[in-house]
């Protein structure tokens, strides 16, 4: 995908922000590439519209094409809509904390099952006991007691004969005596979606009310990926997805569209037979199998924090000679916006509390450095170069071009004297000023 982008945008010649045009384009090549990793058609529609509506405007940086810089804006959203922030097994209620999964035959129920038993037992220190409700594959509950054995995990023992609310309700009794922290119930898939497996499930909640119910499905699922997640999600409470084979070729596809359309998050992923190949779940690892492209990301990336770096060299060497002038203020403006706020960069700083006081007092949020960069920008070259020409008549035509008042002009005048002397004399310590101006 990254070569066909770059192609595209290799024949615009033109820098600066991209337009509504290059982006339509661009966004062809990233649905066909959605559709290639099997994401399903509306997911694919829905996300490449969202895409459309950030990157159009977006300025281009520098050393990198347009091209690559969609890309990265693909993989952002991307992994945003994976979930970027993981989100792990929830153990927080009352033992035995019930988890069930489901899915379909062959997903990698029973696999996850033990891996994730395995995992609870040895790194979380949890007692976990395992029970297969599969009583349609003849030695699925074998499999499961044998796999058990393999990790050291307790199974439920095997009663010939019963059914899969029958075994639930044993289970749950069996853990609440027996002490558990933990009970994973390993339900028996079918084929395809059809109603008894669907009733089948549902009973089971209803008995076992469990905390997790988390959908196993293969990485390599396709468009079939969505009915799983909406015929599941609209009979049990889903509470995440597992997404096994990752360590195959499939590409992912699966994952974004059952995100989307169960709203679940995925919590785990297996990579391997194995029992410790289970891992937590890496949206940007998916991301970046979906588009095929992690070297452009990190390419732009890299681009990015050169460019502040240059940025900031720059400006720490003007300081240095204590020449710090409107412009670099209002650049500084801009950092701090991204950096949420002077308050939170200052406060990174030793030493600063008195400055940071007054600061703080001028109340300086957002809306403050908008309108203090719109006064500098209404600034004539010689006026921010040297602030001392600003006279009470130029002061006037400043506030106009501004929509402020003189006064404002006054406070941002002294703020920035304040802030100059402050930097000369920190100028001396250099580890301060590579943490203001090295932390964007
Ligand atoms: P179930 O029918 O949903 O219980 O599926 P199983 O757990 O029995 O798994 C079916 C097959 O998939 C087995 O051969 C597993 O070893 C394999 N399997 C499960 N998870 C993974 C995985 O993450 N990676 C790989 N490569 N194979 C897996
Ligand atoms: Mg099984």
């Known amino acids: 995908l990254s070569d066909r982008l770059s192609g ?5 010649t033109r820098r600066g922000a991209l337009s509504e045009e290059d982006v339509s384009e661009a966004m062809r090549e990233v649905r066909r590439a959605l559709i290639e990793a099997d994401v399903a058609l509306d997911v694919v529609k829905s996300f490449t519209d969202r895409v459309k509506a950030k990157a159009v405007g977006q300025d281009v940086v520098k050393s990198v094409t347009p091209g690559q810089m969609v890309v990265k804006i693909v993989n952002d959203e991307l992994v945003r809509m994976l979930g970027s922030e993981a989100q792990g097994i929830d153990l927080a209620a009352t ?10 035959q062959g997903s990698g129920k029973t696999t996850t099952t033990s891996k994730l038993a395995h995992r609870l037992t040895t790194r979380d220190k949890q007692k976990v006991m395992m029970a297969s409700l599969d009583t349609r594959r003849p030695a699925a509950q074998e499999q499961l007691r044998v796999l058990g054995e393999q990790a050291n995990v307790a199974t439920l023992p095997i009663v010939e004969g019963q059914s899969p609310t029958e075994i639930t309700e044993r289970a749950v009794k069996a853990a609440r005596l027996g002490g558990f922290d933990v009970l994973i119930l390993d ?13 089948e499930t549902a009973a089971i909640e209803k008995i076992a009310q469990p905390h997790e119910t988390l959908l196993v499905a293969d990485a390599l699922t396709g468009q079939d990926a969505v009915n799983l997640a909406k015929n599941f999600g609209e009979r049990v409470d889903l509470t995440g997805i597992v997404l096994t084979r990752v360590d195959g070729d499939g590409r992912g596809g699966a994952a974004l569209s059952m995100r989307a359309v169960s709203g679940k998050p995925i919590k785990l992923m297996g990579v391997g037979e194995k029992l410790d190949a289970l891992e937590d779940f890496h949206p940007d690892r998916i991301a970046g199998r979906i588009l095929g492209m ?15 770096a ?11 000679k204590g020449a710090f002038d409107l412009n670099d203020l209002s650049e500084q403006l801009g950092q701090m916006q991204k950096l949420g706020g002077m308050g939170g960069v200052l406060s990174m700083l030793p030493g600063i509390g008195k400055v940071k006081k007054q600061l703080d007092a001028a109340n300086l949020d957002d809306s403050v450095l908008k309108r203090q960069q719109a006064i500098i920008s209404s600034m004539t070259k010689g006026e921010r ?7 009470a008549s130029r002061k006037k035509r400043v506030a106009a071009g501004s929509g402020t008042s003189v006064q404002d002009i006054n406070k941002l005048v002294k703020m920035h004297r304040q802030m100059a002397d402050m930097m000369k004399a920190m ?7 590579a943490g203001l101006f090295g932390g964007g």
Not at 385 to 391: F, H, S
């Open 8 to 12: 595209i945008f290799d024949k615009l």
């Open 95 to 104: 033992p035995p904390v019930v988890m069930m999964m489901v899915g379909l």
């Open 187 to 199: 339900t028996a898939g079918r084929t395809h979606i059809d109603e008894e497996l669907m009733a």
């Open 294 to 308: 992690g070297d452009v990301v990190g390419l732009v990336e890299k681009a990015m924090e050169t460019v502040e």
């Open 310 to 320: 240059d940025k900031a060299q720059k400006m720490a060497e003007r300081m240095k």
């Open 385 to 391: 170069k040297n602030p001392k020409l600003l006279n």
């Open 427 to 433: 100028g001396k310590k250099r580890g301060a000023l």
